[in-house]
């Protein structure tokens, strides 16, 4: 029997409406496989924590952490905490105390009315995009002088390391090799004249060791253009902490809303537990509700699964979103729908287990 051991962070806003519906999917598939087994652990961290203790996550949370195979994680940012506060000191912490420094966030079209690129299929709308998730912009580095004063000067500073930046284009190598598609390198060396040279230099160099992958580098202006004119010309792409953040929310956007939208946040070597969110945020005005879609949530567990190499359960759940796609009944109003998370959740355990 294999047991997966997962920490629960529901977090703040919708985060713990959508876990609850994820956490459904994969007790439903331990009730079919015998050989499959998944305990639970949740902590309670996240806004509200912050409000009553002053911090996101517990002293010795990350110790904790730890000790488990896999994070799931719904969603943090809440009014009343700077949302800086609560990003750094939960999410963005975990990822790099756990070193989790590679992002995978498929951008799939689901179904061919949730785009609103009317000419566009399912066929043109099918890339992974691969996020450093460690360092670039997102280092935090930086300073704030002279507040208050007219000489004020804020400096955020992008770090790009030889070894980061070369594991993560490794990485996204060997993974257009493993599917067999071409690769994409996202950047912006035309301006930044230091960080995307470098970049751009090492999407070459490693380059070398894969003459049998296709390649295409595009300024990421030009690539925001392309994604919504002609996302065909993407199938696995690499690219920085930032870009990678602002292209997946247009990937969502073309594929039918940050509510299909998911991320794991991946340690390869496993040394460290690896972290599955969806990739949307709180949603305080849809808080409380019980209308927030539980989609990019679930899909985050069939991320999981195929972390853990159970793709074919990982394949079952990814069939079984599209298919729900497919029944406007079942699906929340974001969607066009009218039913509620849990129902969209209790249908797709029905449906599962067809
Ligand atoms: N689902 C996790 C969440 O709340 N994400 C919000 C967010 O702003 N994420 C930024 C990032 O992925 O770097």
Same mark, same amino acid.
């Given at each position: 029997?294999?047991?997966?051991?997962?920490?629960?962070?529901?977090?703040?806003?919708?985060?713990?409406?959508?876990?609850?519906?994820?956490?459904?999917?994969?007790?439903?598939?331990?009730?079919?496989?015998?050989?499959?087994?998944?305990?639970?652990?949740?902590?309670?961290?996240?806004?509200?924590?912050?409000?009553?203790?002053?911090?996101?996550?517990?002293?010795?949370?990350?110790?904790?952490?730890?000790?488990?195979?896999?994070?799931?994680?719904?969603?943090?940012?809440?009014?009343?905490?700077? *949302?800086?506060? %609560? &990003?750094?000191?939960?999410?963005?912490?975990? !990822?790099? /105390?756990?070193?989790?420094?590679? =992002? +995978?966030?498929?951008?799939?079209?689901?179904?061919?009315?949730?785009?609103?690129?009317?000419?566009?299929?399912?066929?043109?709308?099918?890339?992974?995009?691969?996020?450093?998730?460690?360092?670039?912009?997102?280092?935090?580095?930086?300073?704030?002088?002279?507040?208050?004063?007219?000489?004020?000067?804020?400096?955020?500073?992008?770090?790009?390391?030889?070894?980061?930046?070369?594991?993560?284009?490794?990485?996204?190598?060997?993974?257009?090799?493993?599917?067999?598609?071409?690769?994409?390198?996202?950047?912006?060396?035309?301006?930044?004249?230091?960080?995307?040279?470098?970049?751009?230099?090492?999407?070459?160099?490693?380059?070398?060791?894969?003459?049998?992958?296709?390649?295409?580098?595009?300024?990421? *202006?030009?690539? %925001? &253009?392309?994604?919504?004119?002609?996302?065909? !010309?993407? /199938?696995?792409?690499?690219?920085? =902490? +930032?870009?990678?953040?602002?292209?997946?929310?247009?990937?969502?956007?073309?594929?039918?809303?940050?509510?299909?939208?998911?991320?794991?946040?991946?340690?390869?070597?496993?040394?460290?537990?690896?972290?599955?969110?969806?990739?949307?945020?709180?949603?305080?005005?849809?808080?409380?509700?019980?209308?927030?879609?539980?989609?990019?949530?679930?899909?985050?567990?069939?991320?999981?699964?195929?972390?853990?190499?159970?793709?074919?359960?990982?394949?079952?759940?990814?069939?079984?979103?599209?298919?729900?796609?497919?029944?406007?009944?079942?699906?929340?109003?974001?969607?066009?729908?009218?039913?509620?998370?849990?129902?969209?959740?209790?249908?797709?355990?029905?449906?599962?287990?067809?």
């Amino acid at each position: 029997m294999k047991t997966i051991n997962i920490a629960l962070i529901p977090g703040d806003g919708i985060g713990s409406e959508v876990v609850a519906e994820g956490v459904k999917v994969l007790q439903a598939i331990e009730a079919m496989d015998d050989s499959l087994s998944f305990s639970f652990t949740e902590f309670p961290w996240g806004c509200e924590y912050y409000l009553e203790h002053g911090k996101m996550m517990a002293d010795d949370g990350i110790e904790k952490l730890k000790s488990f195979d896999a994070i799931y994680l719904g969603a943090v940012g809440y009014p009343g905490v700077p *949302d800086h506060i %609560s &990003l750094w000191d939960l999410l963005l912490r975990i !990822r790099k /105390e756990f070193d989790q420094y590679v =992002n +995978l966030r498929p951008v799939k079209l689901l179904n061919q009315s949730l785009t609103p690129l009317k000419s566009k299929t399912e066929e043109d709308i099918d890339f992974l995009v691969i996020r450093e998730n460690s360092e670039g912009e997102y280092a935090g580095a930086g300073d704030w002088l002279f507040k208050g004063k007219p000489e004020e000067v804020v400096l955020q500073t992008g770090v790009f390391s030889r070894k980061g930046t070369e594991r993560i284009i490794r990485y996204a190598y060997e993974e257009a090799r493993r599917s067999k598609r071409t690769l994409t390198s996202i950047s912006k060396g035309n301006a930044l004249n230091y960080s995307m040279v470098f970049w751009d230099e090492v999407f070459e160099e490693v380059g070398k060791e894969y003459p049998d992958v296709e390649t295409y580098s595009y300024l990421v *202006d030009a690539a %925001s &253009l392309y994604m919504v004119s002609d996302p065909g !010309r993407f /199938e696995v792409v690499v690219t920085s =902490n +930032l870009f990678g953040d602002i292209i997946t929310d247009l990937g969502a956007g073309i594929t039918g809303g940050l509510g299909l939208a998911t991320g794991a946040n991946v340690n390869p070597e496993k040394e460290f537990p690896s972290m599955f969110e969806p990739v949307h945020g709180s949603a305080p005005d849809i808080a409380g509700k019980g209308v927030a879609n539980p989609l990019a949530a679930i899909w985050s567990v069939s991320q999981l699964l195929d972390f853990f190499g159970e793709e074919k359960w990982g394949a079952v759940v990814l069939e079984t979103i599209k298919s729900i796609i497919g029944d406007t009944e079942r699906l929340t109003p974001d969607l066009k729908g009218k039913a509620s998370t849990a129902e969209v959740g209790d249908w797709f355990v029905e449906l599962l287990k067809k």
